[in-house]
Structures are given as structure tokens and as C-alpha cells.
């Protein structure tokens, strides 16, 4: 067999990783967006490198967009086979394909806007006047994604033909996060191989443990974090409640946190309502303000078998995981900005977490100058966003094309991080015997904290592909 790296390879975003067996039958594990660089977004996805006709399977490992958001584009192009994934993953990715086709043609406008600010001729449809959204895909391709995803158990080996099986394992990372082990017979040989797809933290909240794949001799992982270490995840309240005492009880002021809709935000309502109930949260009203959070969080919910035991426990205890007097859901974009403008101390939770686009840009842009405030990023921040800007600390940062003054502090924690960081990768790797290991490939991490890794594990197996590098296994 042979594996090819056709995306997050030497980067984080555009998973796509093509498994070829002996005998022509091709597996794509897969198919993210690449959205490193805003400015070639559009050529870096639109086309794929194989021909999607040819695929025979596909595999996603979670509904997280650089993992499944090019899935209705790799089918507008000719897909036609099924996309295998876990029941919450089915669920997820349906409501982030719809928001991130939202997302690509709220960006499609803005060119527009800039275009004809400057005077150069905008593309229009047949309908006139009707300006048509320039979009890797339309509703159609998501809904036909939709109906090609099927779900299946973890740890349930599923025979796919005489020369594969493939089997989930839950990775930890989101709600339905697997990493996938693929057996291979071809030629009398059997080979087995791992992905592990995106992994989590150990202890973290609502997800379980990741968990090793048995007897692979390949692996394929992620190494985000490879580089680096983050806070003790047992810290993560007190860090939060910190952070919310310090904010809106001395100062009054209002505690901005920009976090992903799905996973991250999860995690810190759960944070607060288990404060909540040990009562050690103080009387602020904490909202949510985010459609897509709302939908995924009735997720976490419906799906509560599959989260760790300390969500469970707190379930049976409770009565439900989110759902406490201080939080407040906000659906309606009036009620949005009504609580952003408002001078009363509180909590808001929002999206997107890179502070691109989103109810969060509002409230980040209405809250910047006030010296009472925090602007809390909660995950990553890839470089050239506005949470990147906001953590380089500058006097001013650019907002809906004007200058605002940053007077809010500006504050960051890794305690709520979705992924391992070195020391979870290294607990990882050994539980996967990584040094019997044939052959070992770094993905989904930029060049320096991979090398880092690399470094760490030092043996000759180890690889960093670089895009399209193919090997036989
Ligand atoms: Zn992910």
C-alpha cells in the first residue's frame, strides 16, 4: 500500500491524506479545508490533486472544518461513494458544513464590497443585478454530504472488502473525535496502519481519554502541540473563576471570551456550571451567544454516553451538563449586540475563536476600549487573524476597517486546549509502543513544533512529509 500527504502536511489546516492498497481501491481520510492563507483560499481548495472520481472510500476522523470542510466540493467534483464517520460526527459536521458555506459567502461579499469600492467590474449571475457568491460549493453539495455520511461504533471492526477493515477509537479531541485503524492484506501480507486523526488532552472536560490503537505498525499523527506545554487542564477552572472575579466583580468590567462553537465552548460552560454548583460562582450572568454553540452543545448532550466519566457523574448528579441559572443562550442577533453594548458586568461566550467574523468581532470591537474589560482567548490564533493581532499586543488594532485602541486586557489561557500537548503526545505515542513502530508520520502541525517533536523522539522512523510526498508501506 501506499500513502500519500496531500494536506497539514508541515501545517495545521487541509487534512487529506490518500491510502492507495495493491490492488487500486483508494481510501481518502479527509478532507479539510486549507485555510492557512486567507489570500489563496480559494485556489488552495478548489482543485483537488486526484481525481475524486477515483476514491473509493472516505473516511473522516471529526467534524472539525480543516477535517471535513472541502467534503461537498470533493462530491461537486465527482465523489460518489459513502463518508464513514462516528454518529456525532454525522450530526456536527452537518451544522459546521452549513456554517462554514455561510462563512465563505459572507467573505465573497466582503471581496465584492472592496471590488467595487475600487472600481474594478464585479461578477454577476444570470439573474440581473443578482450578484452570485463566489463559494467553493452550495447547499446542494452539503446536503448531498449529509446524505453520504454514515455512522458507525467505535470499536466495532467494520469489514469493508477482502483486503481492508477498519476500526474507530476514540481520540479524545471533540464529541465523535476517532482516530481510525486500517488492516491491510494484500499479497498474503497483512500491514495495519493508524491514523490518529486530531487527539485530546488527557483529564480533559466532557471528552474521553484518547485511546491507543492496538497492534498498528504505521502511524500517522497529529502533532499541533509537539512543541510546546500547556497549562495543568486541572487548573482550568480555578484559572476561569480567576478570570471572572478579577473582570466582573472587581472592576465590573466584561469578560469577552472567543472560543470555536464546537468543543471549546462545551468545555467552559461545563467549567462554570461545575463552579456553579460548588457555588463558587459569583452572581454574573454568563451568556452564549453563538447559533452554531447552541446546536452543538443540544449535541454534547443528546450524545452524553459517549463523554467521560466525570461528565457523566455530573449528569446523574445535576440533571443535565449546561444548563444553570447564571447562563443565557443567545440566538438572535438583536440580542446580541444588546448585551455587547450594555454597561453590566458579565461573561460573554462567542464565536468564531480566532476573533474572524462572528458575533465575537462585535462584541471584541465594542469592548476593546474599555480598560474594565478582558478579551480571553481561549484556543488557537493562527497568524494574521485578529486574535493573533490581539495577543501581539499592539496600541491599536484594525477592526471593520478602523483603528480602535486596545485599553481591555488582553489575556490567554491553553487550559481549555482540544489537543495533547508534548507531554500528552509523548503518553500518547507510548501507549502505540511507538518506538516498534515501522514507521512514524507527523502531520497537522507547523515545521517548528513538529521538528521539536522529532527531536524528542528521536529515531530514524519518523518522517515530515511534506505535501503530496507519497510512500510505500
Ligand atoms: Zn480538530
Same mark, same amino acid.
Given at each position: 500500500m501506499k500513502v500519500t500527504f496531500w494536506g497539514a502536511a508541515r501545517q495545521v489546516t487541509g487534512s487529506m491524506h490518500l491510502l492507495t492498497l495493491a490492488n487500486g481501491f483508494n481510501i481518502l481520510i479527509d478532507c479539510g479545508l486549507n485555510y492557512e492563507n486567507k489570500k489563496t483560499f480559494d485556489e488552495d481548495n478548489r482543485n483537488f490533486?486526484? @481525481?475524486?472520481?477515483?476514491?473509493?472510500?472516505?473516511? /473522516?476522523?471529526?467534524?472539525?472544518?480543516?477535517?471535513?470542510?472541502?467534503?461537498?466540493?470533493?462530491?461537486?467534483?465527482?465523489?460518489?461513494?459513502?463518508?464513514?464517520?462516528?454518529?456525532?460526527?454525522?450530526?456536527?459536521?452537518?451544522? /459546521?458544513?452549513? !456554517?462554514?458555506?455561510?462563512?465563505?459567502q459572507i467573505e465573497s461579499n466582503k471581496r465584492h464590497h472592496v471590488r467595487k469600492k475600487s472600481g474594478k467590474k464585479a461578477k454577476f449571475s444570470r439573474a440581473e443585478g443578482q450578484r452570485e457568491a463566489v463559494t467553493l460549493y452550495n447547499r446542494k453539495h452539503v446536503e448531498l454530504v449529509c446524505d453520504a455520511m454514515v455512522g458507525i461504533a467505535f470499536r466495532k471492526p467494520l469489514v469493508i472488502n477482502d483486503h481492508l477493515t477498519i476500526e474507530f477509537f476514540e481520540a479524545g479531541h471533540i464529541l465523535g473525535a476517532a482516530s481510525v485503524k486500517m488492516t491491510v492484506t494484500e499479497n498474503g501480507e497483512t500491514k495495519i496502519i493508524g491514523f490518529t486523526g486530531d487527539l485530546g488532552n488527557y483529564n480533559s472536560k466532557l471528552v474521553k481519554d484518547p485511546q491507543p490503537m492496538p497492534g498498528i505498525e504505521f502511524l500517522v499523527s497529529?502533532?499541533?502541540?509537539?512543541?510546546?506545554?500547556?497549562? !495543568?487542564?486541572?487548573?482550568?477552572?480555578?484559572?476561569?473563576?480567576?478570570?471572572?472575579?478579577?473582570?466582573?466583580?472587581?472592576?465590573?468590567?466584561?469578560?469577552?471570551?472567543?472560543?470555536?462553537?464546537?468543543?471549546?465552548?462545551?468545555?467552559? #460552560?461545563?467549567?462554570?456550571?461545575?463552579?456553579?454548583?460548588?457555588?463558587?460562582?459569583?452572581? #454574573?450572568?454568563?451568556?452564549?451567544?453563538?447559533? /452554531?454553540?447552541?446546536?452543538?452543545?443540544? /449535541?454534547?448532550?443528546?450524545?452524553?454516553?459517549?463523554?467521560?466519566?466525570?461528565?457523566?457523574?455530573?449528569?446523574?448528579?445535576?440533571?443535565?451538563?449546561?444548563?444553570?441559572?447564571?447562563?443565557?443562550?443567545?440566538?438572535?442577533?438583536?440580542?446580541?449586540?444588546? #448585551?455587547? @453594548?450594555?454597561?453590566?458586568?458579565?461573561? #460573554?461566550?462567542?464565536?468564531?475563536? @480566532?476573533?474572524?467574523?462572528?458575533?465575537?468581532?462585535?462584541?471584541?470591537?465594542?469592548?476593546?476600549?474599555?480598560?474594565?474589560?478582558?478579551?480571553?482567548?481561549?484556543?488557537?490564533?493562527?497568524?494574521?487573524?485578529?486574535?493573533?493581532?490581539?495577543?501581539?499586543?499592539?496600541?491599536?488594532?484594525?477592526?471593520?476597517?478602523? !483603528?480602535?485602541?486596545?485599553?481591555?486586557?488582553?489575556?490567554r489561557t491553553d487550559a481549555f486546549s482540544a489537543h495533547p500537548d508534548q507531554n500528552g503526545l509523548m503518553r500518547y505515542f507510548e501507549s502505540v509502543n511507538y518506538k516498534s513502530l515501522k514507521k512514524i508520520f507527523l502531520v497537522h502541525g507547523d515545521e517548528s513544533s513538529m521538528t521539536k517533536f522529532k527531536d524528542l523522539l528521536n529515531l530514524p522512523t519518523v518522517e515530515m512529509p511534506i505535501e503530496g510526498q507519497s510512500f510505500e508501506l
Amino acid at each position: 500500500m501506499k500513502v500519500t500527504f496531500w494536506g497539514a502536511a508541515r501545517q495545521v489546516t487541509g487534512s487529506m491524506h490518500l491510502l492507495t492498497l495493491a490492488n487500486g481501491f483508494n481510501i481518502l481520510i479527509d478532507c479539510g479545508l486549507n485555510y492557512e492563507n486567507k489570500k489563496t483560499f480559494d485556489e488552495d481548495n478548489r482543485n483537488f490533486p486526484f @481525481m475524486p472520481e477515483d476514491l473509493d472510500l472516505v473516511i /473522516l476522523t471529526h467534524a472539525h472544518i480543516d477535517h471535513s470542510g472541502n467534503l461537498p466540493n470533493l462530491i461537486k467534483q465527482g465523489y460518489s461513494g459513502q463518508i464513514l464517520c462516528t454518529d456525532a460526527s454525522v450530526e456536527l459536521t452537518k451544522n /459546521l458544513l452549513l !456554517d462554514s458555506l455561510n462563512v465563505q459567502q459572507i467573505e465573497s461579499n466582503k471581496r465584492h464590497h472592496v471590488r467595487k469600492k475600487s472600481g474594478k467590474k464585479a461578477k454577476f449571475s444570470r439573474a440581473e443585478g443578482q450578484r452570485e457568491a463566489v463559494t467553493l460549493y452550495n447547499r446542494k453539495h452539503v446536503e448531498l454530504v449529509c446524505d453520504a455520511m454514515v455512522g458507525i461504533a467505535f470499536r466495532k471492526p467494520l469489514v469493508i472488502n477482502d483486503h481492508l477493515t477498519i476500526e474507530f477509537f476514540e481520540a479524545g479531541h471533540i464529541l465523535g473525535a476517532a482516530s481510525v485503524k486500517m488492516t491491510v492484506t494484500e499479497n498474503g501480507e497483512t500491514k495495519i496502519i493508524g491514523f490518529t486523526g486530531d487527539l485530546g488532552n488527557y483529564n480533559s472536560k466532557l471528552v474521553k481519554d484518547p485511546q491507543p490503537m492496538p497492534g498498528i505498525e504505521f502511524l500517522v499523527s497529529e502533532s499541533t502541540y509537539g512543541g510546546r506545554l500547556h497549562t !495543568d487542564v486541572a487548573e482550568a477552572e480555578s484559572l476561569l473563576l480567576e478570570f471572572v472575579n478579577n473582570t466582573c466583580v472587581k472592576f465590573n468590567g466584561k469578560l469577552v471570551i472567543p472560543a470555536f462553537s464546537v468543543g471549546r465552548t462545551q468545555a467552559i #460552560i461545563f467549567a462554570l456550571h461545575q463552579l456553579h454548583v460548588k457555588g463558587l460562582l459569583p452572581n #454574573i450572568k454568563i451568556y452564549s451567544d453563538s447559533p /452554531l454553540a447552541i446546536r452543538t452543545t443540544k /449535541l454534547y448532550d443528546h450524545y452524553l454516553s459517549s463523554l467521560n466519566e466525570e461528565a457523566q457523574d455530573f449528569y446523574r448528579q445535576n440533571g443535565n451538563l449546561f444548563a444553570f441559572p447564571q447562563l443565557t443562550t443567545i440566538e438572535e442577533s438583536k440580542e446580541s449586540e444588546i #448585551i455587547s @453594548m450594555s454597561p453590566e458586568p458579565c461573561v #460573554i461566550i462567542s464565536a468564531a475563536g @480566532m476573533v474572524e467574523g462572528g458575533r465575537i468581532q462585535e462584541h471584541v470591537r465594542n469592548n476593546i476600549s474599555n480598560p474594565y474589560s478582558t478579551i480571553l482567548i481561549a484556543g488557537f490564533c493562527a497568524p494574521g487573524t485578529l486574535g493573533a493581532e490581539l495577543l501581539l499586543g499592539r496600541p491599536t488594532v484594525n477592526i471593520n476597517k478602523r !483603528d480602535r485602541q486596545v485599553y481591555a486586557k488582553i489575556a490567554r489561557t491553553d487550559a481549555f486546549s482540544a489537543h495533547p500537548d508534548q507531554n500528552g503526545l509523548m503518553r500518547y505515542f507510548e501507549s502505540v509502543n511507538y518506538k516498534s513502530l515501522k514507521k512514524i508520520f507527523l502531520v497537522h502541525g507547523d515545521e517548528s513544533s513538529m521538528t521539536k517533536f522529532k527531536d524528542l523522539l528521536n529515531l530514524p522512523t519518523v518522517e515530515m512529509p511534506i505535501e503530496g510526498q507519497s510512500f510505500e508501506l
